[in-house]
């Protein structure tokens, strides 16, 4: 019996784009490949417009734009995502859909959720409905959030507090008071799946539910990493804090980024003995529970009354899926 792997890639890992960043200093040549370059659109919201009839194919391509029908040169606020098929992509910020019908779509943990149609389009937001794209449409709105985010939260210098400028198309800023460059900040958290010792992979895993969370909703344990701390130190602090258990074991599962605004979740397990009393945190943990592999199958089938687990887009998913698929 082997220690479970992730047993698929997570959906906002997926990515199938070549950055080509050496590109983003050279812009003679972006610009020569502008007029036959696609745009990944985003709106204010972070939605983007899939074909309607492509929404349910659970690999729906994201619908691109024509640079070339949008302006003669990069524009100033469109950011350079890479090279796929031979074909430039960027991300270019644009308003909202003019209304618009709205369809309801899964948006997570069993939540139904509002989604605007327009011109026979969905504009569907990467959190709630990233696995329903293609490998390479989820890789590059992944990277177009990641970038928007920035650009819409890092609009003054770090240092000294002036306005700042974009420059490698999308991928720095220049501060116009003092000169500071800044890049893209992603910031680590950790993510653990903590299991019981019996067996290689145990008998039971360990959930809990945050207080604002609907009824039934339970998720693996998570945190951001504190300055000047290891990614192991993180985890058995984070597990501690939140539900009182000591655990051991701690081995790397795999990442997934998570552009909202700018986290990157890193996926560990770690084991515990059978049976610890479970001390949720006051305010942060509302319950915490074992619960056991036959549970958590059931509740991916939609058979359990009082377990609901994270939407086909966390990371969370894949973790859960792959340790309820492995053996004892
Ligand atoms: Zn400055």
């Not at 698929?8 to 812009?27: F, G, K, M």
């Not at 081995?251 to 949720?280: C, E, K």
């Not at 009082?306 to 309820?324: C, D, H, K, Q």
Request: with cysteine; charged share 25%.
């Amino acid at each position: 019996m082997r220690p479970f792997e992730l047993g698929e890639v997570p959906a906002l890992s997926r990515s199938t784009v070549d950055r080509q960043e050496t590109l983003r200093n050279d812009p003679e040549r972006l610009t020569a490949r502008w007029p036959d370059a696609r745009l990944v659109v985003v709106d204010r919201w972070g939605r983007t417009p899939v074909r309607l009839d492509a929404v349910d194919s659970g690999e729906a391509p994201v619908s691109t734009r024509k640079a070339a029908e949008f302006a003669g040169e990069p524009p100033v606020e469109a950011s350079f995502l890479g090279e796929w098929d031979g074909v430039d992509h960027w991300m270019l910020p644009v308003d909202p859909p003019s209304e618009s019908d709205t369809i309801e779509l899964d948006g997570g943990w069993g939540v139904r959720q509002e989604v605007p149609v327009s011109a026979d389009e969905a504009w569907l937001d990467l959190r709630g409905h990233g696995a329903l794209l293609d490998d390479t449409s989820a890789g590059l709105l992944t990277t177009a959030e990641a970038l928007r985010n920035w650009h819409h939260r890092g609009r003054f210098c770090g240092r000294c507090g002036s306005e700042v400028t974009r420059v490698q198309f999308g991928w720095a800023s220049h501060c116009t008071g003092c000169g500071n460059e800044e890049y893209p900040r992603t910031d680590p958290a950790v993510i653990c799946l903590v299991h019981d010792d019996i067996g290689v992979n145990g008998a039971n895993v360990l959930l809990a539910r945050q207080p604002v969370w609907p009824p039934k909703r339970y998720s693996v344990l998570a945190g951001f990493v504190e300055a000047g701390e290891s990614l192991e130190g993180c985890v058995e602090r984070e597990v501690r804090e939140e539900v009182g258990v000591e655990v051991g074991d701690v081995r790397y599962l795999g990442s997934q980024p998570w552009p909202f605004p700018r986290s990157i979740m890193l996926g560990f397990a770690a084991r515990t003995v059978s049976g610890a009393a479970l001390t949720p945190a006051d305010g942060e943990i509302e319950e915490a529970r074992w619960f056991s592999r036959a549970d958590v199958r059931a509740a991916f089938d939609g058979e359990h009354d009082e377990l609901m687990l994270p939407g086909t887009t966390s990371i969370a998913s894949v973790m859960l899926r792959s340790w309820a698929a492995a053996e004892q």
